[in-house]
């Protein structure tokens, strides 16, 4: 398969590649360059909270082991001395901090510092140790973190705390040796486990890409596993194939029905009409009606497959208005029981009010009860219910209902009765039509039937308030 930066086999072991980067780039920083900063912050927060530990319990007459404890754990000389200087407690590494002690201009400098900085100073010096045999020779240099703080301003006490910065250079060095082989290491096992991951999840998408490219021009089977969104996309895949060869195989029907149903009036319109134009005896009502009725069968199988287009189109759009539906079902039987022997009774109660498309509830009930006539034996039943908030129209036939594994077909495009005959007008497609107009409508609908005994389809709507 082409590899191009769009491609998952590249994405994966390149953002794995970055986010280890990235994590990486990250340590680098913390460890290395912020190394020192974090290290001083924290030696400085450890000697202020040492400092207010110290204070409270300057009273306390174990203060002197609390000192001592304090500052072996955390590598600190202390000593606390008098308003005059003179020591009152002292750790036992207090040698650190009795050079500034003893410094008498030091030690004025620091407790000065403390005053002008509320009570508490802290700074970072360079300090210099020497040893003194005869001459003083300078051993180091080292920097430290010098803590002066006054504990009671009316008879002063001044703690002193000293904490030697250990140099980190080395520690720096060593760091930067483990993560640059912890670096390349990691970034070759990110592009190696991205390289593998990226073909684990790409080798069953690149199979199903290529069975799509091949559905709708024959038997393809989706074959995805590995992983469960891809044994989902693989069975939807399935069930789209399935869909698409069913609706191929409908939408031929539906071209060789109506084909035949188109040719078959036409045929006869122009059959009789040359028998009317030759023979002057056959010009009588009974053969206009016969083209007449033709005509209707022709104009009614135009004007379904123009409402299938403009339904699947999206172009239909819903005209609500306020009227009385049960007025509408009496217009529309008294209409069609003039064409028709079949006798339609209605079943009511009163008129109500609906707020909906008229034009399109209309079509929906002609087009059922059309239906019903088609195919019942002798009459159709129209029922309207009421409660106190639906209205059910219910259109009931007595024919030879509906096989059981058809029913959740007849709803479909291009779905025709496995049942059709000849006689029997229609071109398939009124009941998806009904369907599509009561889906815009948010309405219920449905259809019960039992063989040799006639089907019920009816479908619900919202009433007015009176």
């Not at 009561?438 to 709507?461: I, P, R």
């Amino acid at each position: 398969m082409k590899l191009n930066k769009n491609s998952i086999r590249f994405k994966i072991p390149f953002y794995l590649f970055m986010f280890v980067l990235v994590m990486l780039l990250l340590l680098w920083v913390l460890e290395i360059f912020l190394l020192d900063t974090i290290y001083k912050r924290t030696k400085t927060d450890a000697i202020l909270n040492m400092g207010e530990y110290i204070s409270s319990k300057i009273n306390h007459p174990d203060v002197e082991d609390y000192i001592n404890q304090l500052a072996v754990s955390n590598d600190v000389c202390v000593i606390i001395t008098n308003e005059n200087g003179a020591i009152v407690h002292r750790s036992d590494s207090s040698r650190q901090c009795s050079k500034d002690i003893t410094n008498t201009q030091r030690f004025l400098e620091r407790i000065t510092n403390a005053y002008q900085n509320n009570n508490t100073y802290i700074e970072e010096v360079q300090s210099t140790e020497i040893i003194d045999i005869g001459i003083s020779i300078p051993l180091r240099t080292y920097h430290e973190i010098q803590y002066t703080h006054i504990i009671d301003q009316t008879h002063p006490y001044y703690l002193f705390m000293n904490s030697t910065i250990t140099p980190i250079n080395a520690t720096v060095d060593t760091l930067k040796t483990i993560l640059t082989i912890v670096t390349l290491g990691m970034s070759v096992v990110a592009i190696v486990l991205g390289i593998f991951i990226s073909r684990k999840i790409i080798r069953p998408i690149h199979e199903l890409n290529q069975s799509a490219k091949k559905l709708g021009q024959g038997d393809v089977e989706f074959n995805g596993k590995g992983y469960l969104e891809i044994e989902e996309l693989s069975e939807t895949l399935n069930k789209a194939n399935q869909d698409l060869h069913q609706v191929e195989t409908l939408r031929n029907e539906l071209i060789s029905n109506i084909s035949h149903d188109l040719r078959t009036p036409l045929t006869m319109i122009s059959g009789y009409a040359e028998m009317m134009r030759d023979l002057p005896d056959e010009n009588n009502e009974e053969n206009l009606n016969i083209i007449i009725n033709e005509t209707k069968h022709l104009t009614r199988l135009v004007n379904d497959v123009l409402d299938l287009s403009k339904l699947q189109a999206g172009a239909q759009k819903l005209t609500p208005t306020r009227f009385d539906v049960t007025q509408m079902i009496l217009d529309t039987i008294e209409r069609i029981s003039s064409l028709s022997n079949i006798q339609i009774s209605f079943e009511y109660d009163k008129h109500e009010m609906i707020t909906a498309d008229e034009m399109k509830i209309s079509q929906v009930f002609y087009n059922i009860l059309n239906n019903a006539i088609h195919y019942t034996k002798d009459q159709v039943i129209v029922r309207q219910i009421t409660d106190q908030k639906n209205i059910r129209i219910e259109i009931q036939d007595n024919g030879e209902g509906i096989n059981e594994d058809e029913i959740d077909d007849i709803w479909k495009c291009y779905y025709r009765s496995k049942n059709h005959k000849r006689q029997v007008i229609g071109s398939g497609l009124g009941l998806y039509i009904v369907k599509q107009i009561l889906d815009l409508h948010h309405a219920q609908y449905g259809v019960t039937s039992k063989l040799h005994e006639g089907s019920t389809f009816y479908f619900v709507l919202k009433k007015d308030e009176a």
